[in-house]
């Protein structure tokens, strides 16, 4: 079952924090986060493994909560580079299952 | 390394004609994903290998679409009536494998996008 993600888009300007929830009905083992530019295949960004840890990419960070099967994506001093599409992989059983997608813009 | 090639970029068909995709994954890597990307959508995945087992194909609309991957290296992707809605970027993932029990990072190809008319 596909993860759910909020919200749908949100625009930003330079500088400013935004955060990108995921959420899923099942449990989770790990969580996955990737960004497409358009036009452009999904990068990786970071995984997390249950266990409540955190990562962080630039200024970049997420958490992943398993008991709430939620994670976060967090975007801090947002640059004009961080626009693009926001993609959480839920994983269960081996298999790699991707959200609808937040749409981050961030203007000047 | 070399990332994920896929091949080709573009490909225009009619209806009822069938068409396939050809995926080259990243040397070593054992899982190799298949995605249809809708456009304004996210990426659905529609069968995962791992070598050349296959993992998860319940999403693959199995009356038209088939998948193979040869030898646990390349992979191809055909479609065959193709319709209408089958139009979007189908995209190609690799990955190491496992690593703790989960899956590791995917490395996504360029995809290919198909227009049926």
């Known amino acids: 079952q596909q993860p759910v993600q909020s919200p749908q888009a949100v625009i930003l300007r330079e500088g400013e924090d935004a955060v990108i929830n995921c959420s899923s009905s099942k449990a989770l083992y790990s969580v996955h986060w990737y960004r497409q530019k358009h036009g452009e295949a999904p990068v990786f960004l970071m995984i997390l493994l249950k266990g409540g840890e955190q990562k962080g990419h630039e200024k970049i960070s997420a958490s992943f909560n398993e008991k709430k099967q939620q994670s976060s994506l967090y975007l801090t001093a947002s640059q004009l580079s961080y626009s693009g599409t926001y993609f959480c992989?839920?994983?269960?059983?081996?298999?790699?299952?991707f959200g609808a997608g937040t749409t981050v813009t961030v203007r000047a | 390394e070399a990332g994920v090639a896929q091949s080709p970029r573009y490909k225009i068909i009619e209806k009822r004609q069938s068409v396939a995709f050809w995926c080259n994954p990243i040397s070593g890597h054992a899982t190799l994903y298949w995605y249809q990307q809708i456009l304004g959508q996210g990426p659905k995945l529609l069968i995962q290998f791992q070598n050349n087992g296959v993992v998860d194909d319940s999403q693959l609309p199995k009356d038209r679409f088939s998948a193979e991957r040869l030898k646990g290296v390349d992979s191809t992707l055909k479609i065959q009536p193709a319709k209408l809605e089958d139009s979007a970027v189908y995209l190609c993932?690799?990955?190491?494998?496992?690593?703790?029990?989960?899956?590791?990072?995917?490395?996504f190809g360029q995809g290919t996008r198909l227009t049926v008319v």
């Open positions: 993932a690799s990955s190491q494998g496992r690593w703790r029990g989960m899956n590791t990072e995917a490395f």
């Open positions: 992989g839920t994983e269960k059983a081996y298999k790699l299952s």
